[in-house]
């Protein structure tokens, strides 16, 4: 089992529909998850982190985890052609550990 | 505040020779990581240094190593190189050693090509 999944995509999306990306992870010993957004040629930016179980809100994002279920999620509403990015979920274990992203098309 | 800093952009070389990428972290972060990170995958963790010291090491061969100096920046070296060790090289920094609740933010990465 990979240590890290999520759906290659392409996701497509209207402009103004709600994106839900999702990712799985096989460490029941991770504590913190992170949610990276990175353009094509370009490196991974921060979007937002979450530690607890539930959800957490910032802006247009909004991340849910939890952890009995090893599950991560990250909701971005009103998405707009410029959240077209390929969306990278990690958690840190031994490491960080990054899954292989999945690819976000906002169609206008 | 300036953020994380690579060099070089770009890096061509052949089979069998060496190269240094560098990195520089945020003003007042003292923990450096290096990640590849190959065409269509997520990065993978190659090494990370706090206060100078190797505080983690990823599934790399010996050929990968790397340095932390006492100003906080680091060097990666690739000895030997492979056509496979073409890649985006990534330094992240965090303030405080890599650990849980510490977040990670990206230098723009160095593009190495081996022909």
């Known amino acids: 089992q990979k240590e890290v999944e999520q759906n290659s995509g392409p996701l497509s999306v209207p402009e103004g529909a709600i994106a839900s990306l999702n990712c799985t992870y096989s460490?029941?010993?991770?504590?913190?998850f992170f949610w990276y957004r990175q353009y094509s040629g370009k490196s991974p930016e921060l979007i937002m982190s979450?530690?607890?179980?539930g959800d957490k809100e910032d802006g247009r994002f909004t991340a849910q985890l939890n952890k009995a279920s090893q599950y991560v999620s990250l909701l971005i509403r009103d998405s707009q052609p410029s959240d077209s990015a390929t969306y990278l979920c990690?958690?840190?274990?031994?490491?960080?550990?990054f899954g292989p992203g999945t690819r976000l098309s906002v169609l206008p | 505040d300036a953020g994380v800093t690579q060099s070089p952009t770009h890096l061509i070389k052949t089979r069998g020779q060496q190269v240094t990428l560098r990195c520089s972290p945020i003003?007042?972060?003292?923990?450096v990581s290096w990640y590849q990170q190959v065409l269509g995958q997520g990065p993978q963790f190659i090494f990370q240094?706090?206060?100078?010291?190797?505080?983690g090491r990823g599934n790399f061969p010996d050929r990968f190593s790397a340095r932390q100096f006492p100003n906080y920046s680091s060097e990666l070296n690739v000895n030997a190189l492979l056509l496979g060790d073409s890649a985006l090289y990534l330094c992240?920094?965090?303030?405080?050693?890599?650990?849980?609740?510490?977040?990670?933010?990206f230098g723009p990465g160095t593009r190495l090509t081996v022909l």
């Open positions: 992240a920094s965090s303030l405080q050693e890599t650990s849980s609740y510490n977040e990670q933010f």
């Open positions: 460490d029941r010993v991770s504590q913190s």
């Open positions: 979450i530690y607890s179980n």
């Open positions: 990690g958690y840190y274990g031994q490491n960080f550990v």
């Open positions: 003003s007042g972060h003292k923990s």
């Open positions: 240094y706090y206060e100078k010291e190797e505080r």
